[in-house]
């Protein structure tokens, strides 16, 4: 009998949504790890057992990232640390971002994103992780700068099937990519504009809030900008805006369906100075040909004046079938939808402001 | 000489529940000295007192007596035989 597992990331700690493989009806667990602002969370299904992630900071003890082998009940670290800059990279973890486990024919790899900007590199399953130093010393590093919420790799996107490549994305700094297994790492931001530069075009320093693709077309990229919505059909060479019939080309998540290359997901806000929903309502704006029209989805959503933001990481799907998808809000609220979109049902309403979600049918 | 490591309650179950650590210390150790030793018992616990730099983390304030440590020489304040520390989280986290 398979099971639903669901990661509701929030200011103040983690909840745990539990379904069956319908994912129509989920009950709620938590908070664990309180106090905790949980920025990361992963679910890695490719061993014999699904193991957990979650990436916390306290404000007062620091960051740490955990995982778990029993769907959340309790959650381990190792003594000496999961993850922290060794001492002549001069810097300290503020935050863990992402944690991305790799592809199945990486078994054991587990991407991690933090702040300050740094991709991690964990081949133990997720217990350790260590610095990739080709993009910790790449020359751009002292010009990436730092969006509000901090100088940081929110998104990393392993390349299915080739384990030298993996490409990232940072704020602000834009998208950077590797095809040597991360020795070295080159801009990938044409097309992207940043509309906070003199030179609105630059070779890198765009603020990329969130990259997707599709695992069976990997070298078709979707990125929700600060300000622009793009696809890349070459791996981020070359981006062009697939903004037209959006109400708003601002927000922060953009997500592809799970079995369908072709359709993507995003939230849009009104824009950079004024981040609520536009027209005050909860909408998620999908496309099924790729970007080139969308239509709003509404059903199941709050049908009352809505002003709470989607976050970058709390848009998400699972890998069931039908493929699921996940929204949380800035308001504590999530919602999941198992008919990829067409209707939604509420999880969890008054939680603290969700910073992410994850999900997966075990 | 020994020096106490009192400790508050969010911060017990990384040093196996205690309310204290005794450490022990050659000479008149510093603060950052008696961490040492305690990274040794209990790693856990100095990562949450400490950044990987080794800086005390903003919000910890550690004192002797009813002095804040950052008060006299941070980290390397000298501590005496008997000497106790009392970790307090400041008021911070939204």
Not at chain 1, 209 to 229: C, I, T, W, Y
Not at chain 1, 252 to 267: A, G, L, R
Request: aromatic fraction near 8%; charged fraction near 25%.
């Amino acid at each position: 009998m398979s099971e639903a597992v669901l990661l509701i990331g929030t200011k103040k700690g983690l909840w745990i949504g539990r379904s069956d493989a319908e994912r129509r009806k989920w009950t709620l667990e938590g908070p664990q790890f309180e106090m905790q602002g949980v920025y990361s969370v992963g679910v890695d299904t490719r061993g014999e057992r699904p193991r957990l992630f979650a990436g916390g900071t306290s404000e007062h003890w620091g960051p740490a990232v955990f995982h778990s082998d029993d769907l959340g009940r309790t959650w381990d670290e190792p003594p000496e640390g999961s993850i922290g800059f060794p001492k002549d990279a001069e810097a300290s973890l503020e935050r863990v971002w992402q944690i991305q486990p790799a592809p199945a024919e990486q078994p054991g790899v587990v991407y991690a994103g933090a702040q300050p900007s740094s991709l991690w590199k964990s081949t133990d399953g997720g217990v350790t992780f260590d610095l990739v130093r080709g993009l910790w010393d790449h020359p751009h590093r002292k010009d990436w700068g730092a969006g509000f919420g901090g100088q940081a790799i929110h998104t990393v996107l392993p390349h299915p099937t080739d384990p030298g490549k993996v490409s990232v994305a940072m704020s602000t700094g834009g998208v950077y990519r590797t095809d040597d297994g991360g020795e070295t790492w080159e801009p990938a931001n044409q097309g992207i504009k940043a509309s906070f530069f003199p030179d609105p075009y630059p070779e890198f320093g765009q603020c990329v809030h969130k990259l997707a693709s599709h695992p069976d077309v990997p070298e078709r990229m979707f990125a929700q900008n600060h300000h622009g919505v793009y696809r890349s059909d070459d791996s981020g060479t070359i981006w062009k805006s697939i903004a037209d019939g959006l109400p708003s080309d601002f927000g922060f998540p953009i997500v592809v369906h799970p079995h369908e290359p072709e359709t993507v997901y995003v939230f849009p806000l009104i824009a950079d100075g004024n981040r609520i929903p536009t027209d005050a309502t909860c909408r998620v704006y999908r496309s099924r040909d790729a970007g080139s029209t969308w239509e709003p989805l509404t059903n199941g959503l709050p049908q009352v004046p809505s002003y709470a933001p989607v976050l970058r990481d709390a848009l998400c799907t699972d890998q069931g079938s039908p493929g699921g998808i996940y929204l949380g809000t800035r308001d504590g609220c999530v919602y999941a939808s198992a008919d990829a979109g067409d209707t939604w049902t509420e999880v969890a309403r008054h939680l603290p402001d969700v910073l992410t979600v994850r999900a997966a049918v075990i | 000489m020994a020096v106490v490591v009192k400790l508050p309650t969010v911060l017990r179950p990384f040093a196996g529940g205690a309310e204290q650590v005794d450490v022990a210390a050659a000479g008149e150790p510093t603060v950052g000295a008696v961490f040492a030793e305690l990274e040794r018992k209990h790693p856990a616990l100095r990562r949450r007192l400490t950044d990987e730099q080794g800086v005390l983390r903003r919000h910890v304030n550690v004192f002797l007596g009813d002095d804040n440590v950052r008060d006299l020489d941070g980290l390397e304040t000298r501590l005496s035989d008997g000497a106790e520390l009392l970790i307090l989280p400041s008021v911070a986290g939204g």
